[in-house]
Antibody, heavy 118, light 112 residues
Framework: EVQLVESGGGLVQPGRSLRLTCRGSGFTFGNHSMTWVRQAPGKGLEWVGFIRSRGHGGTTEYAASVKGRFTISRDDSKSVAYLQMNSLKTEDTAVYYC?????????WGQGALVTVSA | DIVMTQTPLSLSVTPGQTASITCKSSQSLLFSDGKTYLSWYLQKPGQSPQLLIYEVSNLFSGVPDRFSGSGSGTDFTLKISRVEAEDVGVFYCMQSIQLPIIFGQGTRLEIK
């Protein structure tokens, strides 16, 4: 059974950093791109970015709203993907989901709540 | 950026009836590989989004065949036949032909 579990969410002050972890199981993690999507309270879904599999270069793509502040990385030996969030803003407050694949994200985690507030 | 426009933004359906949601993209979602990069998601209350349909009309594993997708180019439709109480939630279309990946605004389905 494919499972994705996010962790690392919490309350953080504006300007500070936070790192989310997405741990996958039930599939060959290293063979798949991993996507991050967020959802602000009461709002719709917003794509954050993804990281390609190592076989496709392991490169990353980001939404304009987070580019330069957020970094996605992966450690296939541990079946984890990371979302490093720096210079956080209040508008980054959201539930952050990781999901498998880039073109049609499927199998989503339960989400990690990140609250940016003074 | 591609703009994804869903209509309606909300609908109320009697159990057993059919619901339809339309999604229009500002650019064609047909890629040179012959695939159309349009998918549909359902987010049930308190849950993570779940993939229903990919490439316009392909049902994802485990999704009931009451759900169906159609369309081409820039105009797409999600149809839910024989609506059930468990179908309540917010439906999103999503384009992944071009970065940034964009979701529609969402369509809230409630049961009468």
């Amino acid at each position: 059974e494919v499972q994705l579990v996010e962790s690392g969410g919490g309350l953080v002050q504006p300007g500070r950093s936070l790192r989310l972890t997405c741990r996958g199981s039930g599939f060959t993690f290293g063979n798949h791109s991993m996507t991050w999507v967020r959802q602000a309270p009461g709002k719709g879904l917003e794509w954050v970015g993804f990281i390609r599999s190592r076989g496709h270069g392991g490169t990353t793509e980001y939404a304009a709203s987070v580019k330069g502040r957020f970094t996605i990385s992966r450690d296939d030996s541990k079946s984890v993907a990371y979302l490093q969030m720096n210079s956080l803003k209040t508008e980054d407050t959201a539930v952050y989901y990781c999901s498998k694949s880039r073109y049609f994200p499927h199998y989503w985690g339960q989400g990690a709540l990140v609250t940016v507030s003074a | 950026d591609i703009v994804m426009t869903q209509t309606p933004l909300s609908l109320s359906v009697t159990p057993g009836q059919t619901a339809s949601i339309t999604c229009k993209s500002s650019q064609s979602l047909l890629f040179s590989d012959g695939k159309t990069y349009l998918s549909w998601y359902l987010q049930k209350p308190g849950q993570s989004p779940q993939l229903l349909i990919y490439e316009v009309s392909n049902l994802f594993s485990g999704v009931p065949d009451r759900f169906s997708g159609s369309g081409s180019g820039t105009d797409f439709t999600l149809k839910i036949s024989r609506v059930e109480a468990e179908d309540v939630g917010v439906f999103y279309c999503m384009q992944s032909i071009q970065l940034p990946i964009i979701f529609g605004q969402g369509t809230r389905l409630e049961i009468k």
